[in-house]
């Protein structure tokens, strides 16, 4: 059987067809354009859904989405989502109208992790914590491994945790969030207090043909030495121990999965953050947690085909 997985993010959304034993067999990728509206996008979406089921025939039964937000997954709504500017928006019922397959959405993060605990640990770790670090950041729980959604679907919010009082302005309209520290959004913003020259630092330090002033670039100019940039990792990594650390605290997982384009700097971040987890004075949830770094780019969608898989053959 074979079930289709999509990633919707802010810029870009990933689909990836699924072998039930866990085998990639397609993946195909499309500009969101949230701004076109939720009609436009699912219209589009259907479109190479249905090129998928064209391939695949009866042996593609299932779609699993996960998408950026706060989802309702029991109505397959996104009730808000910061990051696509979308409030109330019903995608699993119509999309599952215009192709014909049993449709199951979750948070994306949500999906991280099931991808995780699926095809990172192989079920061998039951009780998980995966963080998405990209634009924003998102939490997924898995936990006696299954999916934890707390009482109204929303669990595993990490991103909006108060790390500062009053603190920096957050997408999602608080101040103080761990994403306002975290997200690369914040992180770059951080960068371009402290750089006194952008541009020649972005001529310097970004990709061949690429001269853009990200994450990337950051991460380049710490490999080849530049304090400045090993300044702002070092504080990204404080920050996110700081919230990690109460997550921790809090939940005692076994496992704690970071993914998405800001873990690709862990080799910078990661020492500032271990050390915030080191100094706590609980230390028993600490000493036998393992940290990981996921290789695997593409752990939302391929996760959402696994799980949409496993509630369509139940």
């Not at 996104?78 to 397959?101: C, E, H």
């Not at 605290?249 to 970071?258: A, E, G, K, S, T």
């Amino acid at each position: 059987m074979i079930g289709i997985g999509i990633d919707i993010g802010g810029t870009n959304t990933k689909l990836a067809a699924v072998s039930s034993g866990g085998k990639l067999l397609a993946q195909e990728r499309f500009r969101t354009e949230p701004g076109k509206g939720p009609a436009d996008f699912v219209r589009r979406l259907s479109k190479v859904v249905l090129a998928f089921r064209r391939d695949y025939g009866r042996r593609l039964v299932s779609i699993g989405i996960g998408a950026a937000g706060d989802v309702d997954p029991e109505r397959g709504v996104i009730r808000f989502s910061p990051n696509l500017a979308w409030r109330n928006v019903r995608l699993a019922g119509p999309l599952g109208k215009l192709t014909g397959l049993p449709c199951f959405m979750e948070n994306d993060a949500n999906m991280a992790a099931w991808g995780a605990f699926e095809l990172e640990l192989w079920r061998k770790k039951k009780n998980i914590i995966t963080l998405t670090l990209g634009t924003g950041i998102g939490s997924g729980l898995v936990f006696g491994g299954e999916l934890y959604h707390g009482a109204n679907g929303s669990a595993g919010e990490a991103g909006h945790l108060k790390v500062q009082c009053d603190g920096r302005p957050c997408h999602c309209g608080g101040k103080g969030c761990l994403e306002a520290y975290c997200g690369s959004y914040a992180i770059m913003a951080r960068a371009g207090e402290l750089i006194k020259d952008v541009p020649l630092f972005v001529r310097k330090y970004s990709d061949p043909g690429r001269d853009k002033f990200n994450t990337i670039c950051l991460t380049n100019a710490a490999a080849a030495g530049d304090k400045t940039a090993r300044r702002v990792w070092t504080e990204t990594g404080d920050w996110l121990g700081r919230g990690l650390a109460g997550l921790i605290l809090v939940l005692d997982p076994d496992c704690v999965v970071l993914t998405g384009g800001v873990s690709k700097a862990a080799k910078w971040f990661l020492p500032a953050m271990n050390k915030v987890l080191r100094a706590q004075q609980i230390t028993t949830p600490f000493s036998r947690v393992a940290i990981r770094i996921s290789e695997n780019a593409d752990l939302g969608s391929h996760g959402a085909a696994l799980f949409g898989l496993e509630k369509a053959l139940k």
